[in-house]
């Protein structure tokens, strides 16, 4: 079964790829998008459900969004036809790592998304090439909330602690403006969101081909989530400003 459609039939109850109520959603999106006029990119969009969202609330906002993912695009295509914001979203099909916008962006959008960069200062690097002046970038990221053990490093790979994280956001330019850090309910509602959504998609097909494999996903994706990360895995989102106020890519030392 492909990767892409089990995140597609994981993500079916809660399309934000990430540990997020929709409040949560709301009040970072407030404090990210600078104007009512403003543009956004998301690199990493899925299927663009922070650029609806965004787009929704701004009737006068303009965006775009970048994947390697078709069928993610084009659920984003469906989706803002349906919400009546087709005409304000362009979608780019391709790695986020090598857009080349014609345009900088007010809001530069990437959550759950530092793994395809290669992690955290990578995925500034790259927020930073598409910001413009006086602009902000929403980023989101797991980190340790408690010491890990081998097995959660194994599943989730090497994140710091919340203040090296944020140590590590500073030391690159950037200076948080406002951040949300996931709740635990929060976190657990995305869990079983992800495994009961597969897990429920296989039930009720059995004669699928993909049925057996996607049930073996979600009870795979279950137990690593109860067993070895459950209590040692946090989610911050945080807004963030070029410190010294520089966009474009960042000189280097």
Same mark, same amino acid.
Request: one cysteine or more; glycine letters at 10%.
């Given at each position: ?53 965004? *787009? +929704? ?5 303009? /965006?775009? @969004?970048?994947? =390697?993912?078709? !069928?993610?695009?084009?659920? $984003? #295509? &469906? ?44 995925? *500034? +690097? ?5 910001? /413009?002046? @006086?602009?902000? =970038?929403?980023? !989101?990221?797991?980190?340790? $909330? #408690? &010491? ?65 494999? $996607? ?39």
């Amino acid at each position: 079964m492909h990767r892409e459609r089990i995140s597609r039939l994981a993500h079916a109850d809660h399309p934000i790829a990430a540990p997020l109520d929709d409040d949560s959603v709301r009040r970072l999106l407030d404090h990210g998008v600078p104007r009512e006029d403003a543009r956004v990119l998301d690199l990493g969009c899925g299927g663009g459900e922070w650029l609806l969202r965004a *787009l +929704a609330r701004y009737p006068r906002l303009r /965006a775009e @969004g970048v994947d =390697v993912s078709a !069928g993610s695009l084009e659920h $984003a #295509r &469906e989706a803002a036809r349906v919400r009546g914001v087709r005409e304000r979203l362009v979608l780019h099909h391709g790695d986020a790592r090598d857009f080349a916008a014609s345009h900088a962006f007010d809001l530069v959008i990437s959550v759950g998304a530092t793994h395809a960069f290669g992690g955290l200062p990578a995925t *500034l +690097a790259a927020a930073r090439a598409h910001l /413009a002046p @006086g602009g902000r =970038v929403l980023i !989101g990221d797991g980190f340790w $909330a #408690r &010491e890990p053990s081998p097995e959660a490093v194994e599943l989730l790979g090497g994140l710091h602690d919340l203040p090296a994280t944020v140590d590590r956001v500073v030391a690159d330019g950037w200076t948080p403006v406002h951040g949300h850090i996931s709740s635990r309910r929060e976190l657990d509602d995305y869990e079983w969101a992800w495994t009961g959504s597969l897990a429920s998609w296989a039930l009720d097909h059995p004669d699928d081909p993909d049925g057996a494999q $996607a049930l073996a996903a979600a009870s795979a994706h279950r137990d690593g989530w109860l067993r070895a990360y459950r209590d040692v895995f946090g989610f911050v989102c945080l807004v963030l400003r070029p410190t010294s106020g520089r966009t474009g890519p960042r000189a280097t030392p």
